[in-house]
């Protein structure tokens, strides 16, 4: 007699064996795919998200992925913008290439520099190809170049029932090797009017550039939107800002990285207009101009500041938008020998009406005028195992301030490094162009210094530590005195077996007379196509009172190379009853969007990506999320329980 199986045992059964003929077929054919390794590069490069054009940095390693660079015929200027390469690993790369080229990426783990985890994250953006460089002919400008054209939308916070809800953006891109590179973009924000006389026609913010690359005595030829950074950033940087504490001890990526085109939709803090580098013997002279209108809330021939938000959905907005001029004129010099450069860099902005911020007790010696003139020097010597850089600058203010940065990384073991950076901003120094390292977003009236150290002589374990000790000679937003404070981290990161890793970070800040301490543990398990990581976040935070928050997050992420399809799921469930306790997590997202949401209050968050290569040149990409909060703690502040968004894009590449 037959034994009779329940129906709900088939079903399971079958489907448990659907999934392991599934999970055998996967391992045996993989797709390569480099998302988990940009995943890697973000989480030590920022912390927390903060000042970080995630979308211009992942259109660059985008670039970089689809005209990968000739580990036979590349240079250091070309290999810096790997930025998780240190300097003494681009010169042994350098070196090696030199001494007898590289016949196979494999080689790369002969260079003692290169840890197993830099060799990964290098592969999707390097090959080695034949040393000697192909002649050029203008036909190939059609025939091998790369096209692409991505159309976003994305309906956001859907339970709001805003009247227009819809985020849309267009970008195109040409790139012929890495001679030729030609863009555009246009974005419209959600709530934001499609037409409103002299202020909006069709999309909300347009833009576009061009640049050239190395066409004889012309090392770079950029028209339209583009961004400028020289030396440590602290005279003329309108890119992100450079090395954060953590990343210092990655790759300590404070180099100069010149005039390079902008490819994101960001409305704030760019230049438009025209820049060249010459390339002379060993100087580099770099000369731009940029003229833009840019928000202020401009009243009778004066605004109190610059509005960074690009938003217009209101009449308010509206009113600000594009309503000052800013005019940018700077040049650069830059003399490289060998084991040093030295530069100098000269800056005259100017405004149409005057900047003059309203007076509260941190914000006295703030820039006010028209005008500013701003004028540096900066050096940088690299000899082996040693580095020594710095930065000097004069800015016009009332009175005119100094900012200076100071720094060394030795290594004087192998697989040991030390760090050392000391920074002075003056109180009457408020350059308005430059971005530069230091514990605030402006760098004004403080002084600090940054000790690091790196080692991963311990076989399969990696230890970073910095300390970092800061002081505001006046008043800040947060403090009514002049005040000290300490940033203090330390990190381990234990590669238990091929797939398995253990890492934890703890640290504490002591800010405008609050501590804050926070702790955080990942367990991660990957192979080449699945990714499962667990997160454990806590933090503890003493003010005026004291408050405890907790986070837990579980992250799924697989390819599917039958369709082939990629996947990525996250669930976390998070406790920060105060504000102080809020949490940042990196999230994956639609190609070139970036996500990092603030979570605050009492819930959970959930996500779904997916990704779908469609054919070779036609790739679909969707993204589900939502954060819901506990219908108590939704009742307690009077919120919504629920906020939906929905990302989509369409990716043409021909």
Not at 43 to 71: A, C, K, M, W, Y
Not at 504 to 530: E, I, M, N, P, V
Request: one cysteine or more; charged letters at 20%; glycine letters at 6%.
């Amino acid at each position: 007699m037959a034994m009779k199986i329940p129906m709900k045992s088939s079903v399971f059964a079958l489907f448990f064996v659907l999934c392991e003929v599934f999970c055998n077929f996967a391992n045996s054919q993989s797709m390569p795919d480099y998302s988990l390794i940009l995943q890697d590069i973000y989480l030590g490069l920022v912390e927390d998200g903060e000042d970080v054009d995630f979308e211009e940095l992942t259109e660059q390693l985008s670039f970089l992925h689809d005209n990968p660079i000739n580990l036979n015929r590349t240079n250091a200027d070309e290999l810096s913008r790997l930025s998780f390469l240190s300097e003494r690993q681009i010169d042994d790369i350098l070196l090696y290439a030199y001494q007898h080229p590289f016949s196979s990426l494999y080689e790369l783990q002969l260079i003692r520099s290169l840890p197993s985890y830099v060799v990964r994250n290098m592969l999707p953006f390097v090959y080695v190809g034949e040393s000697k460089e192909k002649p050029f002919y203008a036909s190939d400008l059609l025939k091998f170049a790369k096209q692409e054209l991505t159309v976003r939308t994305d309906v956001r916070d859907i339970e709001a029932r805003q009247k227009d809800p819809v985020y849309l953006s267009l970008k195109y891109r040409y790139d012929y090797g890495k001679k030729v590179q030609l863009g555009f973009q246009a974005e419209h924000d959600a709530g934001d009017k499609w037409y409103v006389p002299r202020k909006t026609y069709g999309f909300d913010f347009y833009g576009g550039y061009l640049q050239l690359n190395d066409v004889k005595f012309l090392k770079r030829l950029v028209l339209g939107d583009f961004h400028a950074q020289f030396g440590m950033g602290l005279t003329l940087n309108t890119n992100f800002r450079m090395g954060g504490k953590q990343s210092i001890l990655h790759s300590l990526d404070l180099r100069q990285k010149g005039l390079q085109k902008k490819g994101s939709t960001s409305e704030y803090k760019f230049l438009r207009g025209v820049g060249v580098v010459l390339k002379l013997k060993n100087v580099d002279l770099s000369v731009l101009y940029s003229g833009r209108k840019i928000d202020a809330n401009v009243q009778k021939g004066s605004f109190s500041s610059i509005i960074s938000t690009g938003y217009h959905t209101d009449s308010a907005e509206l009113s600000h938008k594009r309503s000052e001029w800013q005019h940018v004129v700077a040049t650069d010099v830059t003399y490289t020998r060998k084991y040093l450069q030295v530069g100098m860099t000269t800056v005259a902005h100017f405004l149409q009406d005057t900047l003059s911020p309203s007076l509260t007790y941190y914000n006295s010696a703030y820039f006010h005028g028209k005008r500013q003139f701003s004028v540096g020097s900066h050096f940088r010597f690299h000899y082996r195992k040693v580095s020594v850089f710095g930065e000097l600058t004069f800015a016009s203010n009332k009175r005119w301030g100094v900012g200076g940065i100071i720094g060394t990384s030795i290594m004087p073991i192998r697989n040991f490094s030390l760090y050392a950076i000391y920074r002075y901003y003056s109180v009457h120094f408020d350059n308005l162009l430059g971005n530069a390292f230091g514990e605030l977003s402006r760098q004004n009236a403080e002084q600090g210094f940054y000790l690091g150290v790196s080692t991963d002589r311990i076989r399969h374990l990696r230890l970073n530590f910095y300390a970092d000790l800061f002081a505001f000679r006046m008043a800040k937003s947060g403090s009514r005195v002049p005040s000290v404070g300490s940033d203090i981290f330390a990190e381990a990161v234990w590669d238990i077996n091929r797939d398995l890793q253990f890492s934890s970070r703890l640290s504490w800040k002591d800010k405008f007379g609050q501590h804050k301490a926070d702790c955080r543990l990942r367990l991660t398990y990957s192979t080449r196509d699945w990714r499962f990581s667990s997160d454990f976040i806590g933090n503890f935070v003493k003010g005026d009172s004291v408050s405890f928050g907790v986070l837990l997050s579980e992250d799924v992420q697989f390819i599917l190379p039958v369709l082939p399809m990629v996947f990525s799921l996250r669930f976390e469930a998070f406790y920060a009853p105060q504000f102080d306790n809020r949490f940042y997590l990196y999230e994956n997202d639609v190609l070139y969007a970036f996500s990092i949401p603030m979570q605050y209050g009492i819930g959970a968050r959930y996500y779904l990506n997916w990704r779908y290569k469609v054919t070779k040149w036609l790739s679909l990409y969707l993204r589900f999320s939502q954060t819901a909060y506990s219908p108590w703690y939704a009742r307690q502040k009077n919120i919504r329980s629920r906020t939906t968004d929905i990302h989509t894009t369409v990716r043409f590449t021909f």
